[in-house]
């Protein structure tokens, strides 16, 4: 069984750059799994940030970028806000139409 | 804009049926895959299944195959879920998720979600 891994917990000062990464258990993530980044805040729906690695979803500042940093898919927010404190989560696409999401990450910005 | 409004969530006994709605507007919805995720009270997210957008492929989570059905009706512009043989684990909100724009194998616009709680 394939683990999609994130960390679990990171923390970024305000105005400070962060990277996110979303790796696999066994395997090196590349643009073939189509990594994409959810956005969630408590109480509320994911909101889709970025999919198929680094296509960022409408209305999604551009300080949010994706890519793949060695075999991780990453997450980057430059110029980090107090509205960026969330929850962050990945998933890969496993093919032959599996998704399999990470267990998230727990942004804070102090 | 795109509208993804989920209902039919509740409380229901282990072992019962239930049959969650997602209704579609804001775009075409017979040109896009569909997904299920769910994310169970204070956990992650959880993909449940998606359903192709001519409803020819059909996929599932190993935790809810055999169990649950993906379908849609693509003339009332709704995507459904039907959860058989429900147990505890299956209590979580419920989002219905659509492809995105660029197309498969992508996740784009989320429902508010609806709850669905499994206890007798």
């Known amino acids: 069984q394939t683990v999609v891994t994130q960390e679990p917990s990171f923390s970024v000062s305000p105005g400070g750059t962060v990277t996110l990464t979303c790796g696999l258990s066994?395997?090196?993530?590349?643009?073939?799994?189509?990594p994409s980044w959810y956005q969630q805040t408590p109480g509320q729906a994911p909101r889709t940030l970025m999919h198929?690695?680094?296509t960022r979803s409408s209305g999604v500042p551009n300080r949010f970028s994706g890519s793949i940093l060695g075999n991780k898919a990453a997450l980057t927010i430059t110029g980090a806000q107090a509205d960026d404190e969330s929850n962050y989560y990945c998933v890969l696409y496993m093919g032959s139409g599996i998704w399999v999401f990470g267990g998230g990450t727990k942004l804070t910005v102090l | 804009q795109v509208q993804l409004v989920e209902s039919g969530g509740g409380v229901v006994q282990p072992g019962r049926s239930l049959r969650l709605s997602c209704a579609a507007s804001g775009f075409t919805f017979r040109f896009r895959a569909m997904h299920w995720v769910r994310q169970a009270p204070g956990k992650g997210l959880e993909w449940v299944a998606v359903i192709s957008y001519d409803g020819s492929n059909k996929y599932y989570a190993d935790s809810v195959k055999g169990r649950f059905t993906i379908s849609r009706d693509d003339s009332k512009n709704t995507l459904y879920l039907q959860m058989n043989s429900l147990r505890a684990e299956d209590t979580a909100v419920y989002y219905c998720?659509?492809?995105?724009?660029?197309?498969?194998?992508?996740?784009?616009?989320w429902g508010q979600g609806t709850l669905l709680t499994v206890s007798s």
């Open positions: 198929s690695t680094n």
């Open positions: 998720v659509k492809e995105a724009d660029s197309g498969w194998p992508t996740l784009g616009d």
């Open positions: 066994s395997g090196s993530v590349s643009t073939n799994y189509y």
